[in-house]
């Protein structure tokens, strides 16, 4: 019998010395046609990811489950714990972590730079996982980092679960100036879900990102919200991006 869940090390620090964890790849069971990154919520880790994604009916799809950097985060009062960047309170004129958005959105599109060409690749994640999966829509779009540095990836899909967009006051007026970017964005199938009743990031925060996605011309974006929903995710919701994936990536049994 042969175990579908691999373990890799960690090693990749990103700019301020931070080390990135293990990351847990989870094996397609049938035809490999997709690899999608999918990222943990703060203070989570891979190996949980990739438990929640072996659960999923996927079986054309290789999952890979990073780890983010142990951290100090200055909501939690410079508490130490897993996360992909810093965060303040999350509100309407928080300051981003650039620094650290751009390294851990360096890290995942490094994850995915191995996969053979004919695959396609999508990046997921919950809350500030599926904050760093939309900020790595942006750096497609733009074709970089906020850095400048090139962004290597040919994104096909993207999910958010109860996440934010980071940058989205600025993201409009980037794109709506480079008809490249524009064209990649208008291209680039989304999809955010969210609770109405997420006590720790509002839901009017994933409604705004939907709406900035939407008007700096991401035209394949769905917002679906869930009545009654916390910050957690239920069968139901996993369903629907179980669903969206399939059609969205033309998997086997999508027809």
């Not at 989304?190 to 109405?196: C, K, V």
């Amino acid at each position: 019998m042969s175990y579908s869940h691999q373990s890799m090390g960690s090693g990749s620090r990103n700019a301020r010395g931070y080390e990135f964890g293990r990351t847990y790849v989870v094996r397609p069971k049938g035809k490999h046609q997709a690899t999608l990154i999918w990222l943990h919520g703060l203070g989570d880790n891979g190996s949980s990811s990739s438990q929640l994604m072996e659960s999923l009916h996927l079986p054309n799809i290789k999952w890979i489950c990073p780890t983010a950097p142990s951290r100090p985060v200055t909501s939690l009062g410079g508490f130490t714990c897993t996360a992909w960047f810093d965060v303040g309170e999350i509100s309407e004129d928080s300051h981003d972590d650039l620094e650290g958005l751009d390294a851990s959105a360096s890290h995942i599109a490094n994850l995915l730079s191995a996969e053979p060409p004919d695959v396609k690749v999508g990046i997921g994640g919950f809350s500030m996982g599926a904050a760093i999966a939309l900020y790595s829509a942006t750096c497609y779009a733009l074709g970089r980092y906020g850095t400048g540095h090139a962004y290597p990836i040919n994104l096909r899909a993207v999910v958010g679960l109860s996440g934010w967009l980071p940058g989205w006051k600025s993201l409009r007026s980037k794109i709506e100036c480079s008809y490249e970017a524009a064209r990649r964005a208008s291209s680039l199938p989304i999809i955010l879900t969210h609770g109405n009743s997420d006590d720790v990031v509002p839901y009017r925060f994933g409604e705004k990102s939907a709406q900035s996605l939407g008007m700096a011309g991401f035209r394949q974006v769905i917002f679906k919200p869930y009545e009654g929903l916390g910050h957690y995710t239920v069968p139901k919701e996993m369903d629907e991006v179980v669903h969206w994936l399939t059609t969205r990536l033309g998997l086997e049994g999508s027809h």
